[in-house]
């Protein structure tokens, strides 16, 4: 029904920055929240920040003035700009949506994940 296509992970060294998209498509009829997850080697999933369809975000403490998270309506699609990166940062991240599609209530959608790695 939904489809999401994580892209822009990779290495970087520390105090560098990336730009995670996510794009979502199927028969989508409205998205409510979007965002975006990571689990680093041996943790649990974490939220990272999210962005409701009304715009408000949400962050958690480890990335604030860091990370932003953005939104494009018309494209269905997320962002995640990373700066500052550190190595604390390493981890596999997730988008995850919830959506209304044509046939069906809204529910959770994730993607497959996109590798980021802070490294020297």
């Known amino acids: 029904q939904v489809q999401l296509v994580e892209s822009g992970g990779g290495l970087v060294q520390p105090g560098g920055s990336l730009r995670l998209s996510c794009a979502a498509s199927g028969r989508i009829y409205s998205i409510n929240a979007m965002g975006w997850y990571r689990q680093a080697p041996g943790k649990e999933r974490e939220l990272v920040a999210d962005v409701t369809s009304g715009g408000s975000t949400y962050y958690a403490d480890s990335v604030k003035g860091r990370f932003t998270i953005s939104r494009d309506n018309a494209k269905n699609t997320v962002y995640l700009q990373m700066n500052s990166l550190k190595p604390e940062d390493t981890a596999v991240y997730y988008c995850?949506?919830?959506?209304?599609?044509?046939?069906?209530?809204?529910?959770?959608?994730w993607g497959k994940g996109t590798l980021v790695t802070v490294s020297s």
């Open positions: 995850k949506i919830n959506a209304r599609t044509t046939y069906l209530a809204a529910m959770d959608y």
